[in-house]
């Protein structure tokens, strides 16, 4: 067969015009399905809801519950409690809540005006149980159902309460200090011990006559104890020897912590050694039920012989709880799931690392 030029031209233009065609066609699929993707994509995050279980109606507990009913993504909320309402809400132990602290909780709607308290230098002085009960008031007033199981000690037996609940959860172990419910859920009881480098001491004076009036701290710092009275080769030490002295808690139960930086004196060794102890998985996701499990508060970790700061730590730690709900709702693929408990696990490594560095320096080393 013999072609002239005009008929390959021809043969070439119709050839282009069929790939051109073809190009068109494959592009426009491809455009159809990532924006259909897209679209779905979106509609998915929008719709995507979040069921947050709270274990402990402590402090820490139910702060959390107040910043989870506040995220648009929580649409119900369980909180587990062993003890009853009313011994809840009478806890007679003061907490001080510090001033950054106290607009991060104002930030969430919480009236320290209408609060029973007292004020001092920006610190909030007040009862645990004024708090809670706060707290438990407010809490129907949000949009998210929310279920309060007063005397309702959470057990193995309450993980199939948990498995039947459909969508993804957030379980928050606030059980404090001797909880188990980070273990139960798998994670591990591990801990890191830490050395703040001090020695100190704890007293507690009940005067059970006085009413639970809440009173603002007493602290003394760099006090010289005379320690030749009790070992006289140690006199020359007495220059190195100074110690901070804070005195808080109530009219009724008052508390005396001593501390001391770390030396090599014998009378200062016959103090408390301060260790310091963190969880060191505080955050974890069970792909089988689709549940995430993170630890706050007393739970995840406790710092020295008292301070007074535990509840105040516990609160910092909640600064990236909404951020975390946030992304724990929508996150998809095993590397969001992932970046979002390193975000939580780091923030909270950040807050042990900051007090250990900071923690006694600011408030008992000042
Ligand atoms: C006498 C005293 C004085 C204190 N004074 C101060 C102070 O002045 N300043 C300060 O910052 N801190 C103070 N603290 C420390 C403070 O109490 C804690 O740091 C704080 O309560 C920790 O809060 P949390 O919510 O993590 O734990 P917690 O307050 O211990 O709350 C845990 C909650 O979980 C519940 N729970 C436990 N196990 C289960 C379970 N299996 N199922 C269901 N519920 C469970 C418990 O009943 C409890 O309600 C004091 C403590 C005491 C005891």
Redesign the pocket.
């Known amino acids: 067969m013999r072609c002239n030029s005009d008929d390959l031209a021809h043969y070439m233009q119709a050839s282009y015009s069929h790939a051109s065609m073809h190009i068109f066609i494959t592009l426009s699929a491809v455009a159809v399905f990532i924006g259909t993707r897209h679209v779905f994509s979106k509609i998915r995050n929008e719709m995507a809801n979040l069921t947050v279980i709270i274990?402990?109606?402590?402090?820490?507990?139910l702060t959390s519950a107040l910043i989870a009913v506040q995220c648009k993504r929580v649409h119900r909320l369980v909180i587990?409690?062993?003890?009853n309402r009313s011994r809840?809400e009478n806890r007679s132990?003061?907490?001080?809540i510090q001033p950054s602290l106290v607009s991060f909780l104002r930030g969430y709607g919480v009236d320290f005006d209408n609060l029973e308290g007292e004020w001092q230098d920006g610190c909030f002085y007040t009862r645990?149980g004024v708090y809670l009960e706060y707290i438990i008031h407010v809490l129907p007033l949000y949009r998210a159902e929310t279920d309060i199981k007063f005397g309702?000690?959470?057990?193995r037996d309450c993980i199939d309460t948990i498995d039947v609940m459909s969508g993804r959860k957030l379980v928050l172990c606030?059980?404090?200090?001797t909880?188990?419910?980070g273990q139960i859920l798998g994670l591990s009881d591990e801990c890191a011990y830490h050395s703040t480098a001090s020695f100190g001491a704890l007293a507690a004076i009940e005067r059970s006559s006085q009413t639970l009036v809440p009173k603002p701290e007493i602290r003394v710092h760099n006090i010289g104890f005379d320690l030749s009275a009790y070992v006289s080769s140690e006199l020359e030490e007495k220059s190195k020897s100074t110690f901070s002295l804070k005195i808080?808690?109530n009219s009724r139960?008052r508390?005396l912590a001593l501390a001391v930086k770390k030396s090599d004196t014998k009378i200062v060794k016959a103090m408390k050694t301060v260790l310091d102890k963190s969880k060191t998985e505080t955050a974890a996701y069970i792909s089988d039920c689709d549940t995430f499990v993170i630890t706050?508060?007393?739970?995840s970790r406790s710092f020295n012989f008292n301070t007074?700061?535990?509840?105040?730590l516990?609160l910092k730690s909640l600064s990236s709880l909404k951020p975390f709900i946030e992304r724990i709702t929508v996150a998809e693929t095993e590397y969001n799931i992932m970046s979002s408990l390193i975000y939580k696990m780091e923030h909270s490594d950040r807050i042990c690392k900051y007090f250990l560095k900071y923690g006694l320096k600011e408030y008992l080393f000042m």
């Open positions: 274990i402990g109606a402590g402090p820490i507990g587990f409690e062993e003890e809840v132990y003061q907490i001080t645990v309702t000690k959470f057990s606030c059980d404090g200090r909880g188990l419910a808080f808690g139960c508390f706050e508060g007393d739970a007074g700061m535990d509840i105040n516990g």
